[in-house]
């Protein structure tokens, strides 16, 4: 086993005559090991014990020695040797250079910050391109002569106005206007005499035709009933 040792040149190595101790000892179990130091001043943790035999990490000095007298070797002086060769090339454990991998969490967090408001800074440029862009666009509609015209508020009345007109407010039953459907799809003018005890809701006449409804057959364009609503006695509707 000397022999070997001074022949060890990297961790794997060492781990590997690290094992043939383990299997020696009658292979005491990882948990074994951990209740056996759970009071000693090196306590061998079932995750350390298996990275150093796999040979994952680099062990600690302390650590070594822990495990090698719960093993049963009590001359310790090659592996100590074995373990200050493979320091200087394996360099400190991994388990305790907890303010190099903080160090380094630091920079990639970092870096990824800049990155983030690259990608902000690049995202508000693209939308100001397109702001712009838009009110180019506007620029140039206002410059039309229909844009002038309509900025006239006469004009603007003048063409509410007509809007209004040739869209003027009819009345409908909710139930003609929505998903049921009643026994009239008809819409009326204002003071149909057949509305007078109807819920009715104002929509456009547009909206009406667009809804499917008919005209009142009882009422004229004007409003006022027709001559044969009179005559005939028609009821009005009821809801």
């Known amino acids: 086993m000397d022999h070997e040792l001074s022949t060890v040149t990297t961790r794997l190595e060492l781990a590997a005559l690290l ?3 383990h299997l020696r000892a009658d292979h005491p179990s990882l948990r074994e090991l951990e209740l056996r130091t759970r009071n000693a001043p090196v306590r061998l943790s079932r995750s350390t014990t298996s990275d150093m035999l796999a040979g994952r990490r680099f062990p600690r000095k302390a650590v070594l020695l822990a495990f090698l007298g719960q093993c049963g070797i009590s001359r310790t002086a090659p592996w100590e040797r074995a373990w200050e060769r493979l320091a200087t090339i394996e360099g400190p454990p991994a388990n305790i250079d907890v303010q190099a991998v903080r160090q380094q969490c630091a920079r990639l967090l970092e870096a990824a910050r800049r990155q983030a408001d690259e990608i902000i800074a690049d995202a508000r440029r693209q939308a100001e391109a397109i702001v712009n862009a838009a009110w ?4 140039s509609c206002e410059s039309t002569p229909l844009a002038e015209v309509t900025r006239d508020p006469v004009t603007v009345r003048m063409s509410i106005a007509e809007i209004r007109r040739q869209n003027p407010l009819v009345y409908a039953t909710p139930a003609a206007l929505g998903n049921t459907f009643g026994k009239s799809r008809e819409y009326h003018r204002q003071g149909c005499r ?14 009406a035709r ?11 364009p004007d409003g006022a ?7 005939n006695g028609v009821e009005p509707e009821r809801s």
């Open 19 to 21: 094992r043939v101790v």
């Open 194 to 207: 057949r509305t007078e005890t109807v819920k009715l809701t104002a929509v456009t006449l547009s909206e």
């Open 225 to 231: 009933p027709a001559q044969s609503a009179e005559r």
């Open 136 to 139: 180019a666009n506007r620029s």
């Open 210 to 220: 667009v809804k499917g409804l008919r005209r009142c057959p009882e009422c004229r």
